[in-house]
């Protein structure tokens, strides 16, 4: 989980779980459940939450987001057929870009993706700091760069498709998602993310001032706004219905179910996403949430991200 405020990227809260005692670390140094490593600070396939990129490319590049697309539940590349979620109900239809979004339907993202070519998408990605440090690294603490395939060459369509939904060589750290979410709350202003303030003597002067500073347009005011309509329906009326916070302001994000290509018991490991913000008139927190092998994002990452907004709230944050 990390917590960032949306206006200065100051990171307000970051946690791992499992968790361990600081205070005798052995029992846990050959734990299958990596009680160690800070997931946070990982990096994961986006799948879904990718989406917000590739829409964002597309309103950039012109696309209307009354765009239609048909969904048949697939889309087939020589013989490699990508499923939409639903695609045993026939797939959505006929659709546009709002509604695709907040229904995460593949196969419009695919359609969309091949529309733009991979890489407007690629250079969104890296506009939102994807495949770059964030700057947590400055302040003393480890973080992945993440991964963002090269542009060099030509695209196969397979690869933009998969590119287009959020699978394929694209690795995200839930620390840059919960950015992206801010980003997009604050109007496309991408702040750099910021952990530690200052150092301080044991009489609490500051010594040293190492807070991060520095902030970039990466979407105009008019897209960021677009995207922003795509994730409050999204939570209203579309996957993220479990992430909503009826009561205190609404809320707004993605989901994402990413696949991982990993199998135990033949049965494929599925990582869930949640990334949003709230209250959604005034935005204060971007919040993502990250659950390893939690196979939904609408049925496990959402419903924490629900939980944590609104005891936020409930305290008077």
């Given at each position: 989980?990390?917590?960032?405020?949306?206006l200065?990227?100051?990171?307000?809260?970051?946690?791992?779980r499992?968790?361990?005692?600081?205070?005798?670390?052995?029992?846990?140094?050959?734990?299958?459940?990596?009680?160690?490593f800070?997931?946070?600070?990982?990096?994961?396939t986006?799948?879904?939450?990718?989406?917000?990129?590739t829409?964002?490319?597309?309103?950039?590049?012109g696309?209307?987001?009354?765009?239609?697309?048909?969904?048949p539940?697939?889309?087939?590349?020589d013989?490699?057929?990508?499923n939409?979620?639903?695609h045993?109900?026939?797939?959505h239809?006929?659709?546009n870009?709002?509604?695709?979004?907040?229904?995460s339907?593949n196969?419009?993202?695919?359609?969309l993706?091949?529309?733009?070519?991979?890489?407007?998408?690629?250079?969104?990605?890296?506009?939102?700091?994807?495949?770059h440090?964030?700057?947590?690294?400055?302040?003393?603490?480890n973080?992945?760069?993440?991964m963002?395939p090269?542009?060099?060459?030509?695209a196969?369509?397979?690869?933009?498709?998969?590119?287009s939904?959020?699978?394929?060589?694209?690795?995200?750290?839930p620390v840059?998602a919960?950015?992206?979410?801010?980003?997009?709350?604050?109007g496309g202003?991408?702040n750099q993310?910021?952990?530690?303030?200052?150092i301080?003597?044991?009489?609490?002067?500051?010594?040293?001032?190492?807070?991060?500073?520095g902030?970039?347009?990466?979407?105009?005011?008019e897209?960021?706004a677009?995207?922003?309509?795509?994730m409050l329906?999204?939570v209203?009326a579309?996957?993220?219905?479990?992430?909503?916070?009826?009561g205190?302001?609404?809320?707004?994000?993605k989901?994402?179910?990413a696949?991982?290509?990993?199998?135990?018991?033949?049965?494929?490991?599925?990582?869930?996403w949640?990334s949003?913000?709230f209250?959604?008139?005034t935005?204060?927190?971007?919040?993502c949430?990250?659950?390893e092998d939690?196979?939904s994002?609408?049925?496990?990452?959402?419903?924490?991200?629900?939980?944590?907004?609104a005891?936020?709230?409930d305290?008077g944050?």
């Amino acid at each position: 989980v990390v917590l960032i405020d949306i206006l200065t990227g100051n990171i307000l809260a970051i946690s791992s779980r499992p968790n361990f005692d600081p205070s005798n670390i052995n029992p846990y140094l050959n734990d299958a459940n990596q009680p160690l490593f800070n997931r946070a600070l990982g990096a994961y396939t986006p799948g879904s939450i990718f989406k917000i990129v590739t829409a964002a490319a597309a309103l950039e590049s012109g696309v209307s987001p009354d765009l239609v697309f048909e969904c048949p539940g697939y889309v087939d590349f020589d013989g490699t057929r990508i499923n939409c979620w639903n695609h045993e109900r026939g797939g959505h239809g006929f659709i546009n870009m709002v509604q695709a979004f907040a229904q995460s339907c593949n196969s419009y993202f695919i359609k969309l993706g091949l529309e733009i070519g991979r890489d407007t998408i690629l250079d969104m990605a890296n506009k939102f700091g994807f495949g770059h440090l964030t700057g947590l690294n400055r302040q003393n603490i480890n973080e992945p760069s993440g991964m963002v395939p090269s542009t060099i060459g030509p695209a196969h369509p397979a690869e933009t498709g998969n590119i287009s939904i959020g699978q394929g060589p694209l690795l995200v750290s839930p620390v840059q998602a919960a950015n992206m979410t801010a980003a997009i709350a604050n109007g496309g202003i991408l702040n750099q993310v910021s952990l530690v303030d200052s150092i301080v003597n044991d009489e609490g002067d500051k010594i040293r001032n190492i807070k991060n500073s520095g902030w970039s347009r990466v979407i105009s005011k008019e897209t960021a706004a677009a995207l922003q309509g795509m994730m409050l329906l999204t939570v209203q009326a579309g996957t993220g219905n479990m992430a909503n916070v009826r009561g205190y302001g609404g809320s707004a994000g993605k989901t994402g179910s990413a696949e991982t290509g990993w199998k135990i018991d033949d049965r494929e490991i599925l990582h869930a996403w949640f990334s949003g913000y709230f209250p959604v008139d005034t935005p204060k927190y971007s919040l993502c949430v990250f659950i390893e092998d939690g196979k939904s994002g609408s049925s496990s990452a959402a419903p924490v991200f629900a939980e944590i907004a609104a005891k936020l709230m409930d305290a008077g944050f």
